[in-house]
């Protein structure tokens, strides 16, 4: 079956210009989780989805980021007046229900100039 | 905080080596978890040890919890550049809502 898929494979953008990732979890999968990886920091937790509750923003660098997950799906993670040091890979991963084996997509490489 | 320390970061050997690396916390874990990620991919996940002193195989890799799970190993038996990739530990948060991450270890076998 489909994995978890992510858009666009690659976004290169000029500082200060708001930016939108998206991601497509596996089918069933109600919970939805975003991380972020950079050089020198590894994999940081971003924000968690679960079916109708609310999210768990608790890993947000800052009030420009967010996100939004639709329908229980597709989720969204926009950036806000990007800055250079928000240039990473960006991941999206989905699983069954929390602590079930979480499914990454290939992840957004951002790039901000 | 929960943190979890890996090593070698970087790690650059022959085909037949064997090698191992390590992952580290001074916080318990309910379970850890081990990753493969390669080049424009994400990780994938290899094997979940849960149990204190469990030892897990996987053909020529051999994963080991600690007793006190705050600590695992994993152990590579004559590595072939197949092996190549990053190698990253996991746990989940006392939440259970996201995986910490280690740091990952870069490891490169040449023929």
């Known amino acids: 079956g489909a994995g978890v898929s992510q858009s666009p494979s690659n976004k290169v953008t000029e500082k200060g210009k708001d930016v939108e990732l998206r991601c497509d979890p596996i089918s069933g999968h109600t919970a939805l989780y975003w991380y972020r990886q950079s050089l020198g920091q590894g994999l940081e937790f971003l924000i968690y989805?679960?079916?109708?509750?609310?999210?768990?923003k608790s890993g947000l660098p800052s009030d420009r980021f967010s996100a939004e997950r639709t329908g229980g799906s597709v989720s969204t993670l926009t950036i806000q007046r990007t800055q250079q040091e928000d240039s990473a890979v960006y991941l999206c991963?989905?699983?069954?229900?929390?602590?079930?084996?979480?499914?990454f997509g290939p992840g957004t490489r951002l790039t901000v100039l | 905080t929960q943190l979890l320390e890996q090593s070698p970061q970087f790690l650059s050997i022959q085909e037949g080596e064997n090698l191992t690396v390590y992952c580290n916390s001074s916080s318990v874990f309910s379970s850890l978890q081990w990753y493969r990620q390669e080049p424009g991919e994400g990780p994938v996940l290899l094997v979940t040890v849960v149990t204190g002193g469990e030892v897990k195989k996987l053909k020529r890799l051999t994963f080991q919890f600690g007793d006190a799970r705050k600590d695992s190993s994993l152990h590579i038996t004559a590595a072939q550049p197949g092996d190549t990739g990053l190698y990253l530990c996991a746990g989940h948060n006392q939440a259970g809502t996201a995986l910490i991450f280690g740091k990952g270890t870069t490891l490169s076998v040449s023929s």
């Open positions: 989805f679960q079916g109708n509750s609310a999210p768990d």
């Open positions: 991963a989905s699983s069954f229900s929390r602590n079930n084996e979480q499914f």
